[in-house]
């Protein structure tokens, strides 16, 4: 695929106009407070660029899943407050997406200032899977950028999404690939030709059938597959196990099934843990024992037990898997690792990456908010990417809207 890129937009000169951009401003918030700012920084020197260059930026982010209404908890506000502590260039955040206030905000834009519009997704056509219905939304957003308009997507925790901001908006603009989104493709290329083996991917994290669609096309490719997270119960109830009050996807429990049968015939090795740490209730301060993964409901909380961490033993071996390879993936923190007592399985996963000799990537939103809130560096691991369901579908092979949408 060949693109346009950023540079040859700035080339053709954008001072004065409108320019769209989709960044990824996804980031994990505690109430108002931005735990992890990485996703804000990475968007950072695209913006910076632009308005260096006298364009008036509008852009386009979601935050979470609202359900194509507008919600307080999913406002861009705390996102957009961060975002304006480190810019250089005016940031301002408009009421709404595509209403007034966005139209009066951006008709009062000048020149190198952004105005971020607020979260797509309080508008349903934005996710819509009718094609007429997210074009009258992209219609909207791309009338906002006036007669001269560009788009540039630099959302690369988005271009799996076939949404009106990351898709339909390219098809009515001229269209440009965003710095950040270049450089994730280059670093993720890596990990799909001549993958140095043993090729181990470690999966966790709570959007469970998301990534239990993604495990069917790496059987076959990786050597090991690491289960933790909410998705190890889905394995454990597939293997027969009751896992008292803990995630489960119970429709799912057939397709790991058929997984783990067909694994075993491609030379993909699912590790599943062998003991789990059980709470009394979701909380900081819940009660928690270890016990084994196949008698979660023997815990002293019985069938209100959930199991939020993997324990121990589990974590041991997979740090010793992981330092036995050459090539590492990691998306999705093995417990609830916000909390402190359920983040050792997280913290030992971490850890092992940074020790192993081997290309570590790490992707995912809240994996990589995990590893900077458990105290590692950036620079301990070869890549953190900003995307998270974006990578593992990248690595799948999966063609993926946002970016074949820009192809030229
Ligand atoms: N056993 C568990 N039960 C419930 N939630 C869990 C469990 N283990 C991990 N989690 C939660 O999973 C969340 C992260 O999941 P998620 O799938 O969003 O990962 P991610 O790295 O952000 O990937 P993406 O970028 O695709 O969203 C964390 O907030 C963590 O608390
Ligand atoms: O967190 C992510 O991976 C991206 O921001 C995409 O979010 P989504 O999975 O809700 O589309």
Redo the contacts with the bound molecule.
Sequence with gaps: MTFHTLNELIAEGVRGRYILVRS?L?VPLDGSTVTDDGRIKASLPVLGKLTDAGARVLVTA?L??PKGAPEEKYSLRPAVARLAELAAFKVSLAQDTVGGSAKELAASLQDGEVLVLENVRFDARETSKDDAERGTFADELVALTGANGAYVDDAF??VH?KHASVYDVATRLPSYQGDLVHTEVEVLRKLTADTQRPYVVVLGGS?VS?KLAVIDNLIGKADTILVGGGMLFTFLAAEGHSVAGSLLEEDQIPVVQDYLKRAAGAGTEFIVPTDVVVAGKFAADADYETVPADGIEGSSFGAQGIGLDIGPDSAAAFADRIKGAKTVFWNGPMGVFEFEAFSGGTRAVAQALTEVDAFTVVG??DSAAAVRTLGFADDQFGHIST????SLEYLEGKELPGLSVLDR
């Excluded at 995307?387 to 974006?390: D, E, K, M, P, S």
């Design positions: 990824d996804n979601h979470g899943r925790g988005a999404r959007k998301d995912g939103g995307g998270g369901g974006a």
